[in-house]
């Protein structure tokens, strides 16, 4: 396979997204008003938000990719899949901890079955089996359609869940909007949530054309055994 | 052609009718564990007693399940069958209501075992079978998918319940909740709200199930 000229967009992705991150870090720790009630607690918003975006952002493409996948069978979907279940996973499990982080001084425990907090946990576990599912499998072309079923199955579990956690109990505080949180809360909330979005678009990018380069070493004819045979 | 894949399915459930036994013993079993983890409270154990049985059904369940693909693959039946003028479909459906059948078996002979061991009774008889079945067709449809998958792969043992567990969530919670209110009542009258969760699941999943094993089993 003749690797094509590669561009070296996801590395200033990845580069601007970390900018961004300092940037909106900085202005929410060092600038930004404490909040009133919880103090400097609240900061950890400026990560938390964001990542919570950016996880559902990073989930719902792997969910396009795995439909994209089975009507295609187009071998780039399966690559992009890899890779963006990769980084949802990732996002989920930084949001559970987070989450339990804000939570022990905010509520005094570090876990609430709040809709959320348990739709994330499930979500953390729901797709993490299906990275092991793709570790167990060594045919590409079954690892491929299998865990874009799983895929599917699992991205369509999440709002049930998350419906049937919140009839089961609530307490988590309502989602905030631009309108409920103050204008100097704003700036750093939206750089951070662009610099989480660059970094992981560069990061599935470039994870994209590792799982590329190993399906094609996997499709591909083992040259020595074919000379081995010849002589 | 449903009838056939499920006539052939429900002999061979038959015909290992040992296997159903061993697999009500492990689910008594886990019941009886069960209240090891909370001690001997009466009132603990009867107020947990329909989260137990539904755990025990859905740790009962990843055997039954993984068993009914087992079988296929032994001397590559499951090719054999995908060659039959069947379509892939109706070999799902068949082991998915064959499965369904199975589990719900277990849950109504698992629920004397609650009554005795929980002193967890209810009137309500044909609400409970109406929550078993419910509940049980909504493990049954996404497990003999993931069965299905998982049987073909390295790990199967893990892998199953990896897979399938935190995808029935919302059948668990649903179901535990429904059993609960009609053990302990119902003063609110939830039951109604829970059983409407378990039909939307048990839909959406049993069509989107059947929609997709085509793809998982075809090669």
Not at chain 2, 4 to 21: C, I, P, S, T
Not at chain 2, 103 to 111: D, E, N, P, T
Request: aromatic content about 12%.
């Amino acid at each position: 396979m003749t690797a094509p000229a590669q561009s070296r967009t996801p590395q200033a992705l990845v580069a601007l997204g970390v900018a961004f991150l300092l940037v909106g870090s900085y202005w929410g720790l060092a600038m930004a008003p404490a909040e009133i009630f919880m103090g400097d607690v609240q900061r950890i918003m400026y990560v938390h938000v964001p990542t919570a975006w950016n996880a559902m952002l990073a989930l719902t493409f792997a969910f396009v990719c795995a439909l994209f996948f089975l009507f295609t069978n187009a071998w780039k979907w399966d690559h992009r899949l890899e890779a963006a279940m990769e980084m949802g996973v990732v996002l989920s499990l930084l949001l559970c901890i987070q989450g339990a982080i804000w939570a022990k001084p905010t509520w005094g425990v570090w876990w609430d079955w709040d809709p959320r907090l348990t739709t994330t946990a499930v979500l953390v576990f729901a797709f993490g089996g299906i990275l092991a599912l793709r570790a167990f499998v060594d045919d590409p072309a079954r690892r491929a359609v299998w865990s874009a079923v799983a895929c599917i199955i699992a991205f369509v579990d999440v709002p049930i869940v998350y419906f049937s956690v919140k009839w089961w109990n609530s307490l988590h505080q309502a989602q905030s909007s631009p309108e409920t949180v103050s204008k100097a809360f704003h700036w750093p909330l939206r750089i951070n949530a662009f610099g989480i979005l660059f970094l992981w678009t560069g990061l599935v990018a470039l994870r994209t054309r590792l799982a590329a380069l190993r399906v094609a070493g996997e499709l591909a004819p083992p040259p020595e055994r074919t000379q081995g045979g010849a002589r | 052609m449903l009838l056939a894949a499920l006539r052939k399915d429900l002999l061979l459930q038959w015909r290992g009718r040992v296997q159903m036994v061993a697999i009500f013993a492990f689910g008594a079993a886990a019941l009886l564990l069960f209240s090891f983890a909370i001690g001997p409270d009466s009132l603990a154990l009867r107020q947990h007693a329909g989260g137990f049985l539904w755990l025990a059904l859905l740790l009962a369940s990843t055997l039954s399940l993984a068993e009914s693909f087992e079988r296929e693959m032994e001397e590559g039946a499951l090719e054999g069958l995908l060659l039959l003028p069947a379509g892939a479909r109706w070999l799902y459906y068949g082991k998915a209501i064959a499965n369904w059948a199975q589990l719900a078996m277990l849950g109504i002979a698992l629920v004397p075992v609650m009554v005795v061991l929980y002193d967890a009774g209810t009137l309500r008889l044909l609400s409970l079978l109406g929550v078993i079945l419910l509940g049980t067709a909504g493990l049954s449809a996404p497990g003999t998918l993931y069965a299905g998958m998982t049987a073909q792969a390295r790990g199967r043992q893990t892998l199953l319940p990896l897979l399938f567990f935190p995808l029935v969530v919302p059948v668990l919670l649903a179901a535990v909740k429904a059993t609960s209110l009609l053990i302990l009542g119902d003063p609110m009258g939830q039951l109604r709200a829970w059983a409407m969760l378990l039909i939307a699941f048990d839909v959406i999943y049993w069509s989107l199930c059947g929609l997709l094993f085509g793809r998982v089993v075809e090669d």
